[in-house]
């Protein structure tokens, strides 16, 4: 099942709606005012929350429910550190985009 909401303030009425049609967990949105909303309904009705967007915050341990599918930027940077170091890679080079789509090179 997927519902829409184009306002902010219409996270409440699909979250109801959802949780009468038997929904088992919710995705979305990319609103960052949304999210923090739909955060708090779910974990209210302890159901799980999935989303998918760059959040430059730190995720927050308090929210149970959610999970964030998008890897947090310094979370994944100690990930990148610790597989060169296990690696004992004395140099390596990221191929990136940035947030404009365009490329960027570091070594």
Same mark, same amino acid.
């Given at each position: 099942?997927?519902?829409?909401?184009?306002?902010?303030?219409?996270?409440?009425?699909?979250?109801?709606?959802?949780?009468?049609?038997?929904?088992?967990?919710?995705?979305?949105?990319?609103?960052?005012?949304?999210?923090?909303?739909?955060?708090?309904?779910?974990?209210?009705?302890?159901?799980?929350?999935?989303?998918?967007?760059? !959040?430059?915050?730190?995720? !927050?341990?308090?929210?149970?429910?959610?999970?964030?599918?998008?890897?947090?930027?310094?979370?994944?940077?100690?990930?990148?550190?610790?597989?060169?170091?296990?690696?004992?890679?004395?140099?390596?080079?990221?191929?990136?985009?940035?947030?404009?789509?365009?490329?960027?090179?570091?070594?």
């Amino acid at each position: 099942m997927q519902q829409k909401s184009s306002r902010d303030d219409g996270c409440v009425a699909v979250v109801c709606g959802a949780l009468s049609g038997g929904a088992a967990a919710l995705f979305g949105p990319m609103s960052s005012a949304s999210s923090t909303h739909l955060r708090s309904l779910c974990a209210a009705v302890r159901l799980p929350h999935l989303e998918a967007r760059n !959040d430059e915050d730190e995720p !927050d341990p308090n929210h149970y429910y959610t999970i964030n599918l998008f890897p947090y930027h310094a979370q994944l940077g100690r990930a990148l550190v610790d597989f060169v170091k296990h690696l004992q890679w004395t140099s390596v080079t990221l191929l990136y985009l940035k947030d404009d789509g365009t490329k960027d090179c570091s070594a």
